[in-house]
């Protein structure tokens, strides 16, 4: 990045004593930049969301996990406390959605069980509940019998569990589908274009397409005040294009997505440590269960394999045995834009007229409602949400040598 310093205000410009909205570009129609896009909306500015396939890529995969708890880890104590806020958002945010959309935004608030399939795994446990209550977190320790009073199809063979309760889970493509009828209610506008931002005499001043090819809806460039680069892993290279250093790198998430034979198979997130790896299972109110996942750091390759497919069900069978005679529905890949420190990327970087939104990793959804408000408030010139502050993109500024 070359410098530091902040956007100036957007608001309203004025013009001629007219007032006229704040026209914002935002390149990436995942989670993060629908989130974006429909807070910016909300209030009064003019947005265009530019993406060949809006609601596609990771946010197509992700499993909507709001759980800060169970996936938190020793020494990720910044992202922990942005997830606690942003997950303490999501009640309002999937209200909000629902009214504006008038489509259902339905969060699941059973809490998450974390359970463990051998004496090895209970250690996981262990160590999981004694980072949560230095943190203060709510967690219960579970003798396996509690724990399948409240998940009957739980393999009755379980070392150990944990009950978090103030968790949830929500489908990511409800909530894209919500955003995306949000959006165009509000008056917002999509383009199914692979675009780039476009820099003139050193400001960005909006965007156009990164070809002609990648332009099929025969629009020309998208004009804006501000311009959001949300556009995950990719965004690395938008923003090399503009001489800026924004380290995502792919991280690739297979799932699988299970139909059981009975309804209601669980009522809950379920996470497991299943002999030193990890899988979690999250229902769905259409009675599907979503099994994830895996962490490949094997570059931009979003195949599924065979050994992946078989770890996951080999895992999540284990946990609930009578998935084995599920219908398997679905199998997929996400690449997951993950960052150096496992800390999104999210503010102004040095160029007037640009901010960046990406690199959220496995978060993506847990981080969106912090994030959306984190842009808002760049954008307005207003003091960054807090625990938002950890997102700012100059952490990674690169030095010049003497
Ligand atoms: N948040 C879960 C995952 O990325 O797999």
């Given at each position: 990045?070359?410098?530091?310093?902040?956007?100036?205000?957007?608001p309203?410009?004025?013009?001629?004593g007219?007032?006229?909205?704040?026209?914002?570009a935002?390149?990436?129609?995942?989670?993060?930049?629908?989130?974006?896009?429909?807070?910016?909306?909300?209030?009064?500015?003019?947005?265009?969301?530019?993406?060949?396939?809006?609601g596609?890529g990771?946010?197509?995969?992700?499993?909507g996990?709001?759980?800060p708890?169970?996936?938190?880890?020793?020494?990720?104590?910044?992202?922990?406390?942005?997830?606690?806020?942003?997950?303490?958002?999501?009640?309002?945010?999937?209200?909000?959605?629902?009214?504006d959309?008038?489509?259902?935004?339905?969060?699941?608030r059973?809490g998450?069980?974390?359970?463990?399939?051998?004496?090895?795994?209970?250690?996981v446990?262990?160590?999981?509940?004694?980072?949560?209550?230095?943190?203060?977190?709510?967690?219960?320790?579970?003798?396996?019998?509690?724990?399948?009073?409240?998940?009957?199809?739980l393999?009755?063979?379980?070392?150990?569990?944990?009950?978090?309760?103030?968790?949830s889970?929500?489908?990511?493509?409800?909530?894209a589908?919500?955003?995306?009828?949000?959006?165009?209610?509000?008056?917002?506008?999509?383009?199914?274009?692979?675009?780039?931002p476009?820099?003139?005499?050193?400001?960005?001043?909006?965007?156009?397409?990164?070809?002609?090819?990648?332009?099929?809806?025969?629009?020309?460039?998208?004009?804006?005040?501000?311009?959001?680069?949300?556009?995950?892993?990719?965004?690395?290279?938008?923003?090399?294009g503009?001489?800026?250093?924004?380290?995502?790198?792919?991280?690739?998430?297979?799932?699988?997505?299970?139909?059981?034979?009975?309804?209601?198979?669980?009522?809950?997130?379920?996470?497991a440590?299943?002999?030193?790896r990890?899988?979690?299972?999250?229902?769905?109110?259409?009675?599907?269960?979503?099994?994830?996942?895996?962490?490949?750091?094997?570059?931009?390759?979003?195949?599924?394999?065979?050994?992946?497919?078989?770890?996951?069900?080999?895992?999540?069978?284990?946990?609930?045995?009578?998935?084995?005679?599920a219908?398997?529905?679905?199998?997929?890949?996400?690449?997951?834009?993950?960052?150096?420190?496992?800390?999104p990327?999210?503010g102004?970087?040095?160029?007037?007229?640009?901010?960046?939104?990406?690199?959220?990793?496995?978060d993506?959804i847990?981080?969106?409602?912090l994030?959306?408000?984190?842009?808002?408030?760049?954008?307005?010139?207003?003091?960054?949400?807090?625990?938002?502050?950890?997102?700012?993109?100059?952490r990674?500024?690169?030095?010049?040598?003497?």
């Amino acid at each position: 990045m070359s410098t530091t310093r902040p956007l100036s205000r957007h608001p309203v410009l004025v013009e001629s004593g007219v007032s006229t909205r704040t026209r914002v570009a935002i390149v990436g129609g995942g989670i993060i930049g629908l989130a974006s896009a429909w807070q910016l909306l909300r209030a009064g500015c003019a947005v265009t969301v530019l993406d060949p396939s809006v609601g596609g890529g990771a946010t197509n995969a992700a499993a909507g996990m709001i759980t800060p708890s169970s996936e938190a880890t020793f020494g990720h104590e910044a992202l922990l406390a942005a997830s606690i806020a942003s997950a303490a958002r999501w009640p309002t945010f999937a209200e909000q959605l629902s009214a504006d959309s008038g489509l259902p935004v339905e969060l699941c608030r059973e809490g998450t069980l974390f359970v463990a399939a051998d004496h090895d795994d209970e250690l996981v446990l262990a160590r999981q509940a004694r980072l949560l209550e230095r943190h203060h977190r709510s967690v219960d320790r579970l003798p396996s019998r509690a724990a399948r009073r409240l998940e009957p199809a739980l393999s009755p063979r379980l070392a150990g569990s944990l009950l978090i309760e103030d968790e949830s889970s929500v489908d990511p493509r409800q909530v894209a589908q919500a955003l995306r009828v949000a959006i165009t209610r509000l008056g917002g506008e999509f383009r199914r274009v692979h675009a780039r931002p476009q820099l003139r005499a050193g400001r960005v001043i909006g965007a156009v397409p990164a070809s002609e090819a990648a332009c099929p809806d025969g629009g020309g460039p998208c004009h804006a005040d501000v311009t959001v680069l949300a556009g995950g892993w990719a965004t690395t290279d938008l923003a090399t294009g503009l001489g800026l250093h924004v380290p995502i790198r792919p991280l690739k998430g297979q799932v699988l997505r299970l139909r059981p034979a009975a309804p209601d198979v669980l009522h809950r997130v379920v996470r497991a440590s299943v002999h030193g790896r990890f899988v979690y299972l999250v229902p769905r109110s259409s009675g599907e269960v979503v099994v994830g996942a895996t962490s490949e750091d094997v570059g931009p390759d979003a195949s599924v394999t065979a050994g992946a497919v078989h770890d996951l069900l080999h895992d999540a069978i284990e946990i609930v045995p009578e998935l084995s005679e599920a219908v398997l529905v679905e199998s997929l890949s996400g690449l997951r834009p993950a960052t150096p420190d496992n800390l999104p990327i999210v503010g102004a970087v040095g160029i007037d007229g640009l901010v960046v939104a990406a690199g959220h990793g496995r978060d993506g959804i847990l981080l969106a409602p912090l994030t959306a408000e984190a842009v808002l408030a760049e954008v307005l010139g207003q003091p960054s949400p807090q625990h938002a502050d950890h997102f700012a993109p100059q952490r990674f500024s690169r030095t010049e040598g003497p």
